[in-house]
């Protein structure tokens, strides 16, 4: 209680939580995104893996030089 709510950025700013479900498998997906809106320069999604009902992410070590 009082906690922050989580939130990543990248070298463009915070990133956004996408969630859905897998139009071909059915799975449940989540990723937090950047959001730079030319493609070629957005970085990489971090996407995430539901383990024991809770959606996990790798925290990576960023170069924003």
Same mark, same amino acid.
């Given at each position: 209680? #009082?906690?922050?709510?989580?939130?990543?950025? @990248? %070298?463009?700013?915070?990133?956004? =939580?996408? +969630?859905?479900? +897998? %139009? /071909? !498998? #059915? %799975?449940? *997906? /989540?990723? *937090? !995104? @950047?959001?730079? %809106?030319?493609?070629?320069?957005? @970085?990489?999604?971090? *996407? #995430?893996?539901? +383990? /024991? #009902?809770? *959606?996990? =992410?790798?925290?990576? /070590?960023?170069?924003?030089?």
């Amino acid at each position: 209680l #009082g906690a922050e709510p989580i939130t990543y950025t @990248c %070298k463009h700013g915070e990133r956004v =939580f996408k +969630s859905g479900e +897998s %139009k /071909a !498998s #059915g %799975k449940p *997906w /989540a990723m *937090w !995104s @950047c959001v730079e %809106k030319r493609k070629e320069d957005q @970085c990489e999604p971090m *996407w #995430g893996k539901l +383990s /024991a #009902g809770k *959606w996990l =992410f790798e925290l990576k /070590a960023v170069n924003h030089g």
